[in-house]
């Protein structure tokens, strides 16, 4: 019903910048919340940042004043912009959506994931 698909992950040196970029469709009514997560290896998940629907964001305290995050609502896309970046940002990142369905207007909502985007920051 919903496809989430991320774009923009890659190998970067340190210091250097990417941006990360999550489209989604299907049969959506709404998007509430937007966010990012990353996962590097023998690690867990974590949260980076969030946006609502308002715009009000979070971040983990590893991404402030580094990363931005932001969302283009009538292209139901997210971005995460990551400036600065460290070796340790190595991870894949994963992108969600909280999504209201077409058929079910007044919830609940539903979160769907991306298939996640590597990112590979070198020393």
């Known amino acids: 019903q919903v496809q989430v698909v991320e774009s923009g992950g890659g190998l970067v040196q340190a210091g250097g910048s990417l941006k990360l970029s999550c489209a989604a469709s299907?049969?959506?009514?709404?998007?509430?919340?937007l966010g990012w997560y990353r996962q590097a290896p023998g690690k867990q998940r974590e949260l980076v940042a969030l946006?609502?629907?308002?715009?009000?964001?979070n971040y983990a305290d590893s991404a402030k004043g580094r990363f931005t995050i932001s969302r283009d609502n009538a292209k139901n896309t997210v971005y995460l912009q990551m400036n600065s970046l460290k070796p340790e940002d190595t991870a894949v990142y994963y992108c969600?959506?909280?999504?209201?369905?077409?058929?079910?207007?007044?919830?609940?909502?539903?979160?769907?994931w991306g298939q996640g985007t590597q990112v590979t920051v070198s020393s």
């Open positions: 946006i609502t629907s308002g715009g009000s964001t």
């Open positions: 969600y959506a909280d999504v209201l369905l077409e058929s079910s207007r007044e919830g609940p909502q539903f979160r769907y």
């Open positions: 299907g049969s959506i009514f709404r998007i509430n919340a």
